[in-house]
């Protein structure tokens, strides 16, 4: 067997885990505004993101952007702004806007959520994407500030996307992000009177340098051409890093 799989053993000849050496735990996150290139990603506000998001997400005329969410949709900017005010006040999920710098204007959101900075673990969740926002650049680099955030400035171990499993949508974006898929946990919850079965993936601490390398790539202006289309794909370049 290869040392690197061989587990330690305790006095008793019983395999336990490798010891954790140089990891003093994680921090909650901060308030501090994420700034990109494309967007900024900044704490969810009621003054600040209400009628700008409203407005975004009023373009999704069928409601398929909450279809897998736990909540919405909204039939009125006053049921919108009743759970908005609600969600700006949490600290788990902790939600933040996604506001694109060219227009100022908040275009979706996400949050961090399950946070436990004593064991170093950390999900993002509640990623609602106006048309607007879906298959841009800043779509990609709110995911990438988030990211960064986590792992070179708040110290965790473990950054997690689920999602319904039938949401093949999020898991494809959750691959090309650069998740590993975990597994599925079923009947994890009930909602909106469904079932949910749901898919787990993650990246690790030790993942960040490769997939870190790739974002900065993929993000070089130099990668997208006068239309702002990307020249090569993050999935590529991430593959060429791992390999």
Same mark, same amino acid.
């Given at each position: 067997m290869d040392k690197s799989t061989t587990p330690l053993l305790n +006095? @008793?000849? /019983?395999?336990? &885990? *490798?010891?954790?050496t140089g990891w003093k735990g994680a921090e909650f996150p901060s308030r501090k505004v994420m700034q990109g290139q494309f967007c900024s990603v900044e704490p969810l506000s009621l003054e600040s993101h209400l009628d700008d998001l409203y407005d975004a997400f009023s373009e999704d005329r069928e409601?398929?952007?909450? =279809?897998? $969410? $736990?909540? &919405?949709?909204?039939?009125?900017k006053q049921a919108f702004c009743g759970w908005l005010e609600s969600a700006c006040a949490t600290e788990d999920p902790f939600f933040c806007g996604i506001v694109d710098l060219s227009s100022a204007k908040a275009l979706g959101m996400a949050s961090y959520l399950r946070i436990e900075p004593s064991v170093g673990v950390i999900e993002v969740g509640n990623i609602a994407?106006?048309?607007? @926002? /879906?298959? =841009?650049? $800043? *779509?990609t680099e709110a995911m990438f500030l988030m990211m960064k955030r986590v792992f070179d400035e708040l110290g965790y171990r473990r950054y997690e996307w689920k999602c319904d499993a039938l949401n093949s949508a999020s898991r494809k974006a959750g691959e090309r992000l650069g998740f590993t898929f975990d597994g599925i946990f079923e009947q994890a919850a009930v909602y909106k009177g469904r079932n949910r079965d749901t898919a787990w993936y993650s990246i690790l601490d030790r993942d960040w340098p490769i997939l870190k %390398?790739?974002?900065?790539?993929? @993000?070089?202006? *130099?990668?997208?051409?006068?239309? &702002? +289309?990307? %020249? /090569?794909? @993050? /999935?590529?370049?991430?593959? *060429? +890093?791992?390999?």
């Open positions: +006095e @008793l000849g /019983q395999p336990i &885990g *490798a010891k954790v409601g398929a952007l909450w =279809t897998y $969410m $736990m909540h &919405g949709p909204f039939d009125s994407y106006s048309p607007r @926002l /879906q298959r =841009t650049p $800043m *779509a %390398k790739a974002y900065i790539r993929w @993000l070089d202006p *130099a990668n997208f051409d006068g239309r &702002g +289309e990307q %020249k /090569q794909k @993050l /999935q590529d370049l991430i593959s *060429a +890093e791992r390999s």
